[in-house]
């Protein structure tokens, strides 16, 4: 097939209330996901804070390649690809650390911290032209930083990141704002969860608002038994309410309100009200932290600033952004059947440690491989791809709510919390980057 036509089929995957199962289960789809999606679009790849110095450098990755994100000595950022440009090593692997240049282990090439080749024993015994045409650590054409936010794609012409990023800048800016000092830090290790199923599921669970209170009912049962008065303890404090917030009536669910973007992104709004995880807070600790912030904003921005009240904000086509608590989800495709979930967390630098704190435990308790609520989430997505290898039905609906978009200017639409609207964003978006692109 051309490529043109596989690009014709694949749109076809995709209709106004439906989509064709192959879209999450056809490993020449997910290839053709790979270069049509993956090695085209801005991904976010790390945070400036990760790689402070020159010479510092993170391993992740871009997409289907390892790479490394490089502090250079001008400050300047560089993304390389972690492939040795003799026979195809891979060359640091160190997850993380500072360094004066990189050096393969196999037959010892060295290489500037720019990628460029900078050494090679027995240059002479390589072939006429072979080491001097060889390159180095192959460099990604496209790398930006949004507010220390570092993304980068593999094309090397496109839309540029700010605009891509459109409507969904706001969450990363709410972030970053919440920081008395105005920058975050990566603190903590991070976290991963791999799952049996295709990545898109961990998108579209992200704000699919009638799930919590079926696939969580457990979590909320026994956080309510846990509640009541000589419940017997168990769960306590942030978790206790945590867990408790997952159990809205479906009509409460309906007032989160859901704000979809142009480019797949979209937002849900808070749903969070008790104790200290309600968005306005009265105790010692955020009194702290609010006059801190007050300091660099004046009152007037401050309210502005922690009155933005949302919960899973999604920058299509992996990255869930919660700036409230200060902790990014990434979802990586692996396979057609196999998905990894790392999840990273900040530090609101010159805040109370204690902000620290309640970011690990949101962290722990929503996201964490021994969390009561992630592992619910990840079985419904096992059991939706074991459903979906099942040719019976061809067709999978999304059209809960589509009578109730509401289209506002600049091409958002608004919906209650129990639409798919965010479904039928993600999957138009991916349409058009399979089909003749943007
Ligand atoms: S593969 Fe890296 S030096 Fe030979
Ligand atoms: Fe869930």
């Known amino acids: 097939?051309?490529?043109?036509?596989?690009?014709?089929?694949?749109?076809?995957?995709?209709?106004?209330?439906?989509?064709?199962?192959?879209?999450?289960?056809?490993?020449?789809?997910?290839?053709?996901?790979?270069?049509?999606?993956?090695?085209?679009?801005?991904?976010?790849?790390a945070h400036e804070s990760e790689v402070p110095r020159p010479g510092d450098f993170v391993v992740t990755r871009l997409g289907p390649d390892e790479v490394v994100l490089v502090r250079q000595p001008d400050a300047s950022l560089a993304l390389l690809h972690n492939r040795c440009a003799h026979r195809g090593a891979r060359v640091v692997g160190e997850a993380s650390g500072?360094?004066?240049?990189?050096?393969?282990?196999?037959?010892?090439?060295?290489y500037r911290l720019d990628g460029t080749l900078l050494g090679v024993p027995l240059p002479a015994g390589y072939g006429e032209g072979f080491v001097e045409g060889a390159g180095?650590?192959?460099?990604?054409?496209?790398?930006?930083?949004y507010r220390g936010f570092v993304f980068a794609s593999h094309a090397g012409q496109g839309e540029e990141l700010p605009q891509f990023l459109g409507g969904l800048a706001s969450a990363l800016d709410n972030m970053v704002d919440r920081s008395p000092s105005g920058a975050l830090t990566r603190a903590g290790g991070r976290l991963r969860m791999e799952y049996r199923g295709n990545?898109?599921?961990?998108?579209?669970?992200?704000?699919d608002l009638v799930h919590?209170?079926?696939?969580?009912?457990?979590?909320?049962?026994?956080?309510?038994?846990?509640s009541r008065p000589g419940g017997g303890g168990g769960a306590t404090g942030q978790t206790l309410d945590m867990l408790l917030?997952?159990?809205?009536?479906?009509?409460?669910?309906?007032d989160v309100p859901l704000h979809a973007f142009p480019n797949g992104h979209v937002y849900m709004g808070g749903f969070y009200r008790r104790g200290i995880i309600a968005p306005q807070r009265e105790d010692a600790v955020y009194a702290r932290y609010r006059a801190a912030l007050a300091a660099?904003?004046?009152?007037?921005?401050?309210?502005?600033?922690?009155?933005?009240?949302?919960?899973?904000?999604?920058?299509?086509?992996?990255?869930?952004v919660n700036s409230r608590f200060a902790v990014l989800r990434q979802v990586t495709p692996l396979d057609v059947d196999r998905s990894v979930i790392t999840s990273t967390c900040f530090r609101f630098d010159g805040a109370p440690d204690e902000m620290f704190d309640l970011t690990l435990q949101f962290l722990n308790t929503a996201s964490s491989p021994a969390s009561?609520?992630?592992s619910d989430d990840l079985e419904v997505f096992e059991r939706c791809q074991r459903g979906l290898s099942d040719r019976s039905v061809e067709w999978i609906d999304m059209s809960r709510g589509m009578g109730r978009d509401r289209h506002a200017p600049r091409g958002v639409v608004e919906a209650p919390g129990t639409s798919e609207v965010a479904v039928r964003n993600q999957m138009a978006a991916w349409q058009r980057w399979m089909g003749a692109g943007p």
């Open 1 to 45: 097939m051309t490529t043109a036509a596989a690009a014709h089929e694949d749109a076809a995957l995709v209709r106004d209330s439906a989509v064709h199962r192959r879209v999450y289960t056809d490993p020449e789809v997910f290839a053709r996901e790979q270069e049509r999606i993956f090695r085209r679009v801005w991904l976010y790849v």
């Open 98 to 110: 500072c360094a004066r240049r990189f050096h393969c282990p196999y037959h010892s090439w060295t």
């Open 136 to 145: 180095g650590m192959a460099r990604v054409p496209r790398v930006a930083s």
């Open 199 to 207: 990545w898109k599921l961990f998108m579209e669970n992200a704000t």
């Open 212 to 226: 919590p209170g079926f696939v969580h009912e457990s979590s909320v049962a026994a956080a309510r038994e846990s």
């Open 245 to 254: 917030s997952n159990g809205l009536a479906v009509p409460q669910w309906d």
């Open 296 to 320: 660099r904003h004046g009152e007037a921005r401050t309210t502005e600033i922690l009155g933005v009240d949302r919960f899973n904000n999604l920058i299509w086509p992996g990255l869930s």
């Open 372 to 374: 009561m609520v992630a």
